[in-house]
């Protein structure tokens, strides 16, 4: 079967399956009781775990879907891989998977979610899955168009949507995707606050955010997760990563390699601290990929990591990277740009 027709099987397949009566599935989310990872002496389980709202455990070496699709929409690899890549990612410990409903958008909305469902539904009982509404994406002329829609009607709807996509009773953790400078930040987040005392969510995150916009959710509901741009070249939100430390939520860096436009695996960008992590990954033998989650994870005790791919091999990679340790010394190094 060609690429073109599995991915048109897995579309149709997707939108009947949207249709079903079949019966939500709860990941262990009921209001009572802490969700724990079954087996933590696994290859992701090396990066160590974090509580997210004292409640759900997951591994810092997590797992993020937004490569599946290009920004046009178009599913990068055959559907079957994909199923196959995800059931690695288990196989491999990783119980914290991150998507959106806009993932996807420009042929069918959620698609990585039902990609999630696809491959994993009936879910193993520890697997915490994380996903965002409040971004509206499509295709246009080839290129993509994104906008952000933050009014309470549409995050309840994208909200909605997103567990019927997923099978879920309740999303584990879910995030007011990006503000909307055309609606007040509180009525956005005040309506999360509404789904979640619904039962409809159960841990409430941010993301794209300032300083000030992330005092304000937290002024409304306990914000237990944080996404914000963040990795060697891009640190200038260490004043976010601060806040998070203190009131012990998670940080969950977004194009913590430097993002689908420009991976800095493949840039030849100046930067003392990231030469001095190359040097490092020399000396350690180990790949420029692997030195930067591992820095990552060595930053901060609430960093989670989500890199993603479409390639078991890369996914593989990515998770050898959770039993790597930096010393205090070597994260010195690297701030200060040393290069031996």
Request: aromatic letters at 6%; charged letters at 20%.
């Amino acid at each position: 079967m060609s690429h073109r027709s599995s991915r048109r099987s897995f579309v149709l397949q997707g939108c009947a399956a949207a249709t079903l009566g079949a019966l939500p599935y709860t990941v262990a989310t009921a209001a009572t009781g802490r969700v724990r990872i079954r087996h933590p002496n696994t290859p992701a389980g090396a990066a160590g775990a974090l509580w997210v709202g004292g409640d759900l455990q997951i591994d810092r070496m997590g797992f993020g879907t937004t490569d599946f699709v290009s920004n046009t929409g178009v599913v990068k690899e055959d559907p079957a891989q994909i199923r196959a890549l995800l059931r690695r990612a288990i196989d491999l410990g990783i119980n914290h998977l991150d998507c959106a409903d806009v993932y996807g958008s420009g042929l069918v909305d959620g698609l990585c979610e039902r990609f999630i469902y696809d491959a994993l539904y009936p879910y193993p009982p520890d697997l915490i899955i994380a996903t965002k509404g409040g971004q509206l994406r499509g295709s246009l002329g080839g290129g993509e168009v994104k906008a952000v829609d933050g009014r309470p009607e549409h995050l309840r709807s994208a909200c909605e949507s997103s567990l019927k996509r997923l099978k879920l009773e309740q999303i584990p953790l879910y995030y007011m995707h990006q503000p909307d400078p055309a609606v007040p930040y509180e009525d956005s987040i005040g309506e999360l606050g509404k789904l979640q005392k619904e039962g409809k969510i159960r841990h409430i995150g941010v993301s794209n955010v300032t300083a000030e916009q992330l005092a304000g959710a937290r002024a409304l509901v306990t914000v237990d997760a944080v996404q914000n741009r963040y990795n060697i070249l891009s640190t200038q939100g260490q004043d976010i990563l601060a806040d998070c430390e203190r009131h012990r939520t998670a940080f969950i860096p977004f194009s913590l390699l430097g993002g689908r436009a420009a991976p800095i695996v493949g840039q030849q960008t100046e930067n003392s601290r990231l030469d001095a992590l190359k040097s490092l990954a020399n000396e350690r033998r180990i790949s420029l990929t692997q030195a930067q989650l591992a820095w990552l994870l060595a930053s901060s005790p609430v960093m989670v990591t989500i890199p993603g791919t479409t390639k078991i091999e890369h996914l593989e990679e990515n998770v050898a990277a959770a039993k790597v340790r930096f010393t205090k010394r070597e994260m010195e190094r690297v701030a200060q740009g040393v290069r031996r």
